[in-house]
């Protein structure tokens, strides 16, 4: 059973570059996590798909961040145009939701190792 | 809106000592899911525990124990004959208890170092 890959692990680019990562989830998994951790910090939510529909994004999530989860399997994290403040790692998660009498059976989140980016 | 308090930010500890990490939570919702992860220095968090909010019975997993007291918002995790290889931080976390409220929301972490 494999768990949650990320890629790449580490990514360094100037200050304006746009920047992609990849996030494989855990195979039978529904639910796909994207949050964010600067150093010293707990990670925050950036944004989560069930199957392929993003169905909530924080407001962390500027207009240069989009995330896509094109046939429900992996998903994406691009950042356009990217600024110093842009730097933290970019961790992913995925679980498997379901409701059972009403509330969620299961849906622990697996994290992967995260994608640590630089921007300079 | 949801919160995690982890009021300890460093925990220095000799091998073999038991030791609490401390987790005060805020939140509206009736229901909801209380959380511990561990991050070693590779960086992967790692998960723990999860606990119902209607289900308040303590745990114990081997070397760990969970003390959850709803009267007080708190979640506590104590590791018992502490060893090395418990070096991490340490992160609480709560979730709602309905599909539109499943992020998780992180305390700031602890950062437990055991010496040997």
């Known amino acids: 059973d494999t768990g949650v890959s990320q890629d790449p692990r580490h990514k360094i680019t100037k200050r304006g570059q746009n920047v992609t990562f990849r996030c494989d989830p855990i195979?039978?998994?529904?639910?796909l996590y994207w949050y964010r951790q600067t150093l010293g910090q707990g990670p925050e939510f950036l944004t989560y798909f069930q199957n392929e529909a993003q169905l909530e994004k924080s407001r962390l999530l500027s207009d240069r961040f989009s995330a896509e989860r094109p046939k429900g399997s992996f998903s994406t994290l691009e950042i356009q145009r990217t600024e110093q403040g842009d730097s933290a790692m970019y961790l992913c998660?995925?679980?498997?939701?379901?409701?059972?009498?009403?509330?969620?059976?299961?849906?622990?989140?697996?994290f992967g190792a995260g994608t640590r980016l630089s921007v300079l | 809106a949801q919160k995690v308090t982890q009021a300890q930010t460093e925990i220095s500890v000799v091998e073999k000592e038991d030791v609490t990490l401390d987790c005060v939570y805020e939140t509206r919702d009736t229901t909801y899911y209380l959380f511990w992860y561990k991050q070693p220095p590779s960086g992967e968090l790692v998960f723990l525990i999860r606990r119902n909010s209607f289900d308040e019975q303590n745990e114990i997993s081997g070397r760990y124990s969970w003390n959850f007291q709803k009267s007080t918002s708190s979640f506590n995790f104590t590791i018992t004959a502490s060893q090395v290889v418990d070096s991490a931080v340490y992160f609480c976390?709560?979730?709602?208890?309905?599909?539109?409220?499943?992020?998780?929301?992180f305390g700031k972490g602890i950062t437990l170092s055991v010496r040997p």
């Open positions: 976390a709560l979730s709602g208890n309905t599909g539109a409220n499943s992020k998780l929301t």
């Open positions: 195979s039978e998994h529904n639910r």
């Open positions: 998660a995925s679980s498997f939701f379901l409701l059972t009498r009403g509330y969620p059976a299961k849906n622990i989140q697996y």
